[in-house]
Each structure stands twice: as structure tokens, then as C-alpha cells.
């Protein structure tokens, strides 16, 4: 086929489809005709407002100024409501009912398959049940050795970078938090701070952008077209390299559990006393009505706590280093509690109940999560009608919560722009769906207590270590929505050794 019937074809294709999926939301909108939104052109509905991962941050604040907390709009013939109403995220975050994901997910797929990030109600149900007991406090208490070791070389890593005035500090506890979850999850190391340029760490990075641009380009969402894309071949190929890597551990650790049934050792005893503990071993124990998962179904787990811990906690712990840096009096008083806990000791050896401790280190990375949440919006497919306040919206409409909207509007919080962690100690937060880092109710973020330690081990390790100032020149970090929060111009401090 020419480029010019290849263009048409697709043109037509749009519009075909635009003009069916206008036709079956028709009825839909009728109930929605009260909701307010900018006007849609003819095919891309609203999409030329999200043409870069920056306007996906900015324009949720524009329409939730512009149109209030609960407003609507459409990308090409699909309509999307964004809440950054404290009634209507609680109605969808705690409904039983509407818990699958919304379309935009889709593009994980090819990574993560079916794994609980992205299952469908059925399955998610039956996984989550089992994975639950993966983030007990005594199986968190074991992940802690690993936070050790990843940490102690990223403060080397930091340590030729001291004197620096504006350093990036992004890309280095990316490669810190990729190997905590690597290890945690697959119980083997992956070296990524000693090791970057490896195959494993430029097929994750490679797999990120790929699904990014996908999110925000229609042409690539065609499967079609997107098949003779560039992209298309390095996803093919990065995937190979990502699912091949987790499937060779399954096997590995498949190996050594069949090992040591031969030679009659009981397994699960002998997983359990180990002093480190990692999330495989605990999903190959696993049984669904009495069957183990299968291979594929493990690997789609592992993959999802490797996608979904990774830059998650990479954006957290950077902008926490930026608030630090950029507040002296907060970072003191960091400081203060991290003397309280271990005197002048640089490298103490930290205990689960130690992190536990960290009571105002947990103000300021809640206050972090709050001006900075790492996942800035997350959806739901309306799988059944909901109404709340009077107001219907019908299933089968793609429904958005603006956490980043709703953690920056000051009907909820006083002096949202400022960064104060004790806010938390003084209830400024009066409404408990307004604050949402971690999503809420049912599918709310399985590894928050996992992140919240590993966040504390690396943080309070740097304090101990640096005094984080602000860069010169001073940089404001300029948001963008690539899969999590990051910055486009990096996010800089300056970092000198503290003595
Ligand atoms: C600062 C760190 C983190 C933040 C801010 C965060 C935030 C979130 C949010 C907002 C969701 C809900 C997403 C949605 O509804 O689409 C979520 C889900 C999830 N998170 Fe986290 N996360 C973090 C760290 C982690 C870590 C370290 C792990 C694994 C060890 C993890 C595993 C998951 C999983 C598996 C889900 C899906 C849960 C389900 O649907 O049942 N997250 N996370």
C-alpha cells in the first residue's frame, strides 16, 4: 500500500470510528449537558490541548480553573470527566464496583499484561488477596537490607558529585530506586548506579518513553499506523529483553525450589528465615484456588512492582531533595531528628522500628507526595453509573482523579504554593479524598508502606551525609506528566559534604 492510501485509509478509518463512538455516547451526554467544558472540535475532540507531557500537568489546572472541580472534555470521540471534587473522588474511589482502570492503561499492556496494576476486576480481586500479605511489616522489615546496599553506593555515586552547584539529581536516584526494586522484586541485582548503559537498564528507560509518547500521540495509538513506526521495533525489542530477563529469574528460582524439595528442605520455612526477602519468592508460593500462577502471570507481577516502584519513588525522593534543598529551616529540623535518632553517626545500622521513627522525615515526604504527587492523575473506567450529588455519569465514561489539582487548590489546603510539613500536624487537610498520593480505597497503592520505608532509608542516609542547597542559578523545575511527575529541565540542588 502507497503512503497516500495508507493516509486516507486511516483518515477514513477516524473518522468512521469518531462518528460511531459520538453516536453511542449521544445519550451519555444528554445527562452530561450540565457539566461545564471547552468545545470540542469535529475528529480530535480537545486533544490539540495535550500535544506535550508539560500541558498535561498545566492544562488539568487551566480546566479546573476554568470549568471547576468537575468539568468535562474529549479526546478525539472519547469523553473524559476530571474530578477535582472531594465527593465525587470519594463516590469513585470507594465504589466496589468501579474499579477498572481507564483506556489510557492500555498502553502498558505489552509490558505488564494482566498484572495488578492493570487487571480487569476478576483477576485483580484473586491477585491482590494473595499479594497482600507480600507488604506485612515483618516481610517489610527483610527489604530493608536491600535499601542498605543500593543506598551506600548511591551516596558514592552523590560523593563525586559534591561541589557540584546544580546538579541533576534525577537520573541518579533513578538509578538507586532501579535497583532497590529490582532486587526486592526478583530477589537478584540488577547494578543499575554501577551498570547504567546495561541492556536491562536502557530496555526499562527505552520502554518508558516509548509508552509516554504513546499516551500522548493519536497517530501512535493506531495500531495500525504505529506498526510501521520506529518505535514499534524498539518496543518489540526492548520488551524482548525486559520479559526475557524476568522469566530466565522464574526459572532460576523455579530451579532452586525444585532443588530443595528434592532434598526434602521445607521451602516456605526456609523463605521465610532468610534475612532479606524478595516478592517472587512470595508470589511462587502463591496459590490461586489451589493452583500456583503460572509463569506468565508471575512475570506479569514482578514486571508490574518493577514498573510501578520504580519511578514512582524516583520522582518522590528527587523532589523531596528539591523542597529539602530549597528549605533550610525544614532540612534543619530533618536534620535535627536524624541526630535525636543516632547521634552523629553517619552510616548506623538502621532498623525497620529506626525508619518507623522518622516521624517529621514522614511530614516532609508526605508534604513532597502533596505539591509533587508522582502520579499526578489516575483513571477509571465507569463499568456502572455512578451518581453523586444529584449529578449521573454513565458508565462507560473514562473518569479522572486531578490529584494535582486537588493537593494545589486553595479551597482545601491554606497557602497550597507553600511547602510546609506541618500542615499535616495542624489538620489543614480537612477532607480525606482531597489528599490522594497513593489513589485510595480498594486499588489504592498496594507498596505505599514499602515506599514510604525505602523513601525514609535513602533521604534520611543523604542528610546524614550532604547539606542539599539550592542550584545556582536557582531553577524552578518545569513540570511534565511523562507516565509519573518528573521535570523537564531535570530537578537541580547543589550538594556539599556535611562534616
Ligand atoms: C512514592 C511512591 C509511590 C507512589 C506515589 C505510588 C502511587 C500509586 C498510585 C496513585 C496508585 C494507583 C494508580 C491507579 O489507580 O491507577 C498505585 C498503584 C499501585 N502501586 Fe504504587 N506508588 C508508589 C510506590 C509503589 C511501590 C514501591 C510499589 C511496589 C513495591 C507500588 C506498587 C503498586 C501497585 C502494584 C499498584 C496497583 C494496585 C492495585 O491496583 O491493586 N507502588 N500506586
Known amino acids: ?7 486516507v485509509t486511516s483518515l477514513l478509518m477516524l473518522i468512521a470510528i469518531t462518528i460511531w463512538q459520538r453516536w453511542r455516547t449521544s445519550k451519555d451526554r444528554k445527562c452530561l449537558e450540565t457539566i461545564p ?7 480530535i475532540g480537545n486533544a490539540q490541548d495535550f500535544r506535550t507531557t508539560e500541558e498535561l500537568i498545566s492544562v488539568y489546572i487551566r480546566y479546573m480553573k476554568n470549568y471547576g472541580d468537575l468539568m468535562k472534555f474529549w479526546i478525539g470521540s ?8 472531594p465527593n465525587v473522588s470519594e463516590a469513585l474511589l470507594t465504589s466496589t464496583k468501579n474499579i477498572t482502570k481507564d483506556s489510557g492503561y492500555r498502553f502498558l499492556h505489552s509490558w505488564l499484561g494482566e498484572g495488578l496494576l ?23 522489615e527483610k527489604f530493608v537490607a536491600t535499601f542498605e546496599n543500593a543506598t551506600t553506593v548511591f551516596i558514592q555515586k552523590l560523593r563525586k558529585h559534591k561541589d557540584i552547584r546544580n546538579l541533576d539529581i534525577y537520573p541518579l536516584v533513578d538509578l538507586c530506586s532501579l535497583d532497590i526494586i529490582c532486587e526486592t522484586s526478583m530477589g537478584t541485582a ?7 548503559e546495561s541492556e536491562y537498564v536502557t530496555a526499562v528507560s527505552e520502554m518508558t518513553r516509548i509508552m509516554c509518547e504513546k499516551m500522548i500521540s493519536p497517530m501512535k495509538q493506531i495500531h495500525f499506523l504505529y506498526r510501521f513506526t520506529k518505535d514499534y521495533q524498539s518496543e518489540k525489542a526492548a520488551l524482548k529483553i525486559l520479559h526475557d530477563q524476568t522469566h530466565f529469574v522464574i526459572k532460576q528460582r523455579k530451579n532452586e525450589i525444585l532443588k530443595m524439595q528434592e532434598n526434602s528442605v521445607a521451602v516456605e520455612e526456609e523463605f521465610y528465615k532468610k534475612p532479606k526477602m524478595n516478592f517472587l519468592d512470595i508470589l511462587l508460593l502463591s496459590k490461586i484456588d489451589g493452583e500456583p500462577l503460572s509463569d506468565e502471570a508471575i512475570r506479569e507481577e514482578v514486571d508490574t512492582f518493577m514498573f510501578e516502584g520504580h519511578d514512582t519513588t524516583a520522582s518522590a525522593m528527587s523532589f523531596a531533595f528539591f523542597c529539602l534543598a530549597n528549605h533550610p529551616e525544614v532540612q534543619q529540623s530533618a536534620v535535627k531528628e536524624q541526630i535525636e535518632l543516632f547521634g552523629n553517626q553517619k552510616d548506623p545500622e538502621i532498623q525497620h522500628n529506626d525508619l518507623q521513627n522518622m516521624k517529621y522525615l514522614e511530614l516532609v515526604i508526605k508534604e513532597t507526595l502533596r505539591l509533587y504527587p508522582s502520579v499526578p492523575n489516575f483513571g477509571r473506567s465507569l463499568t456502572e453509573d455512578m451518581v453523586v450529588d444529584g449529578q449521573l455519569i454513565p458508565k462507560g465514561v473514562d473518569c479522572f482523579i486531578n ?15 507553600t511547602f510546609n510539613p506541618m500542615r499535616f500536624t495542624e489538620n489543614d487537610n480537612k477532607l480525606p479524598f482531597v489528599y490522594v498520593p497513593f489513589s485510595a480505597g480498594s486499588r489504592n497503592c498496594i507498596g505505599q508502606k514499602f515506599a514510604m520505608l525505602e523513601m525514609k532509608y535513602v533521604i534520611s542516609s543523604v542528610l546524614r551525609h550532604f547539606i542539599l542547597e539550592p542550584a545556582t542559578p536557582k531553577e524552578e523545575p518545569i513540570l511534565c506528566h511523562d507516565l509519573v511527575l518528573k521535570s523537564k529541565n531535570g530537578i537541580k540542588v547543589g550538594i556539599r559534604e556535611r562534616i
Open 1 to 7: 500500500m502507497d503512503v497516500s492510501t495508507l493516509i
Open 403 to 417: 490529584a494535582f489539582g486537588m493537593h494545589r487548590n486553595p479551597k482545601y489546603y491554606n497557602d497550597p504554593e
Open 190 to 196: 540488577v547494578d543499575a548506579q554501577e551498570n547504567e
Open 78 to 85: 472519547t469523553l473524559k470527566i476530571l474530578i477535582s471534587d
Open 118 to 140: 492493570t487487571s480487569g476486576p476478576t483477576r485483580w480481586r484473586k491477585h491482590r488477596k494473595i499479594l497482600t500479605p507480600a507488604f506485612h511489616f515483618q516481610i517489610l
Open 37 to 43: 467544558g471547552p468545545k470540542p472540535y469535529p475528529l
